[in-house]
């Protein structure tokens, strides 16, 4: 069974750090390009930030540069999203998705074709 698996959410005051965790399980993420999304009640879908599929290539979405860093493994078929500084507006469901692209670069903007089923992130006091 293809499917990538998010761990690392929880509950985190404003200014906290959490670390999330995109396992692939089934196929391999070499050739593959990362993308985190997220999404709350009521919003629309958000690209927060993608890898390419060797890690040389990273796109940020304004909202959340300099806070978040993306960083993958391909040893171990996982990528990591580190959020530093946490503000209660990074409150959401956060998605990995993988699409197959071989060439060092990425997009927040392109149709993934896995995606994981989401992990709750919230920031409050």
């Known amino acids: 069974q293809l499917q990538l698996v998010e761990s690392g959410g929880g509950l985190v005051q404003p200014g906290g750090s959490l670390r999330l965790s995109c396992a692939a399980s089934?196929?391999?993420?070499?050739?593959?390009?990362i993308g985190w999304f997220r999404q709350a009640p009521g919003k629309e879908r958000e690209g927060v930030l993608c890898?390419?599929?060797?890690?040389?290539?990273?796109n940020y979405a304004d909202s959340v540069k300099g806070r978040f860093t993306v960083s993958r493994d391909n040893a171990k078929n996982t990528v990591y999203l580190q959020m530093n500084s946490l503000k209660p507006e990074d409150t959401s469901i956060y998605y990995c998705?993988?699409?197959?692209?071989?060439?060092?670069?990425?997009?927040?903007?392109?149709?993934?074709?896995?995606w994981g089923q989401g992990t709750q992130v919230t920031v409050s006091s």
């Open positions: 998705a993988a699409v197959t692209s071989p060439a060092d670069y990425c997009s927040r903007y392109v149709w993934y074709e896995y």
């Open positions: 089934g196929f391999t993420l070499d050739y593959r390009a």
């Open positions: 890898i390419s599929s060797s890690g040389g290539y990273k």
